[in-house]
């Protein structure tokens, strides 16, 4: 029963892929050349792996290929941003078409039934093979998406010779803290700068550990020769500064930015000066 079940497969192997690339593209779950070229060779590989062993064992050896496939296909298919669906209907499309040629072409209903149950059970354990797979490209792009973010949210300014400025924007935690360390620490010894200001304002709340994390770049700056000053306390923030006893002795903090800079100016005994145009 098994090698009937193989010999229709491999006998009408055009027809299965005709089949299944016409429901790939009713159902939307193909790309172009390329995703027909793919599914060609998925096809060849599945009835490649099958005998009389490996049609009874969906993790046999024989399918190593055909998965190593699978699982390039699904990755790419979750970074170029298809959806769980359109990646799930990739492989259940293909069991369709191929019970589909069976069926017509085995008569006998326990043969058919045995043949539909040995090939379900292979076609489904890929299916969860590429769910697994599109997940962990979903993921590389989340990563990925995430680094680029962290990267934009902490530029840092040079706003005047001598003076950084780092504005914030977000929740700072553990991993994020550590970028804005290595960016503020970076431009200082590229700029030569010995005052940096963090700008707090797009901070939505400061929490114990929020503090913690500014003290530690406030200490790492320091340790570089520089001065830290901390600005965008608004009343709130402060309010909760004080709630939650969390030492600020010793840093210099300011309301704005604007503040937090004509500090940084007389520190450096700078003064800037309205000068009148004569027209």
Same mark, same amino acid.
């Not at 050349?33 to 793919?38: D, G, K, R, S």
């Not at 096809?43 to 009835?47: K, N, R």
């Not at 792996?49 to 009389?52: M, R, Y």
């Not at 209907?89 to 069991?95: G, Q, R």
């Given at each position: 029963?098994?090698?009937?079940?193989?010999t229709?497969l491999?006998?009408k192997k055009?027809?299965v892929?005709k089949?299944? %690339?016409?429901t790939?593209?009713?159902?939307?779950? #193909?790309d172009g050349?390329?995703?027909?070229?793919?599914?060609?060779?998925v096809?060849?590989?599945?009835?490649e792996?099958?005998? $009389?062993k490996?049609?009874?064992?969906?993790?046999?050896?024989?399918?190593?290929?055909?998965?190593?496939?699978?699982?390039? =296909?699904?990755?790419s298919?979750g970074?170029?941003?298809?959806?769980?669906?359109?990646?799930a209907?990739?492989?259940?499309?293909?069991?369709?078409?191929i019970l589909?040629?069976? +069926?017509t072409?085995? &008569? $006998?209903?326990?043969?058919?039934?045995? +043949?539909?149950?040995? @090939?379900?059970?292979i076609?489904d354990?890929?299916a969860?093979?590429?769910?697994?797979?599109?997940?962990?490209?979903?993921?590389?792009?989340?990563?990925?998406?995430t680094?680029?973010?962290s990267?934009?949210?902490?530029?840092?300014?040079?706003?005047?010779?001598?003076?950084?400025?780092?504005?914030?924007?977000? %929740? @700072?935690?553990?991993?994020?803290t550590?970028?804005?360390?290595?960016?503020?620490?970076q431009?200082?010894?590229? %700029?030569?700068? +010995?005052?940096?200001?963090? $700008?707090i304002s797009?901070?939505?709340?400061?929490?114990?550990?929020?503090?913690?994390?500014?003290?530690?770049? !406030?200490?790492a700056?320091?340790?570089?020769?520089a001065?830290? =000053?901390i600005?965008?306390?608004?009343?709130?923030?402060a309010?909760t500064? !004080?709630?939650?006893g969390?030492d600020?002795?010793?840093?210099i %903090? &300011?309301?704005s930015?604007?503040?937090a800079?004509?500090t #940084?100016? $007389?520190?450096?005994? @700078?003064?800037?000066?309205?000068?009148?145009v004569?027209?």
């Open positions: 029963m098994a090698n009937q079940s193989i229709i491999k006998t055009k027809e892929l089949l299944w %690339t016409s790939l593209s009713s159902v939307g779950a #193909a050349l390329t995703e027909e070229n793919e599914s060609e060779e096809v060849a590989l599945l009835i792996a099958l005998n $009389d490996s049609i009874a064992d969906p993790n046999a050896q024989e399918f190593e290929k055909i998965n190593d496939l699978l699982i390039g =296909i699904s990755i298919r970074k170029r941003g298809f959806s769980p669906r359109e990646n209907n990739y492989i259940l499309s293909l069991k369709e078409s589909k040629v069976l +069926s072409e085995i &008569k $006998d209903a326990s043969a058919l039934y045995e +043949s539909n149950t040995q @090939l379900s059970s076609l354990n890929m969860i093979l590429t769910f697994e797979s599109y997940m962990k490209g979903r993921e590389d792009v989340i990563m990925r998406q680094d680029e973010i990267e934009i949210s902490t530029p840092v300014i040079r706003v005047w010779d001598g003076i950084v400025a780092l504005p914030i924007i977000g %929740t @700072l935690d553990s991993s994020r550590q970028i804005v360390m290595e960016n503020l620490l431009q200082i010894v590229e %700029t030569e700068s +010995s005052i940096a200001i963090l $700008d797009g901070v939505p709340a400061v929490d114990s550990l929020v503090a913690q994390h500014l003290i530690k770049t !406030v200490s700056t320091r340790l570089m020769g001065e830290c =000053i600005s965008g306390i608004r009343p709130e923030i309010q500064v !004080v709630h939650l969390i600020l002795t010793g840093i %903090t &300011k309301a930015l604007a503040s800079l004509q #940084a100016f $007389d520190m450096l005994r @700078l003064t800037v000066v309205k000068r009148k004569t027209v």
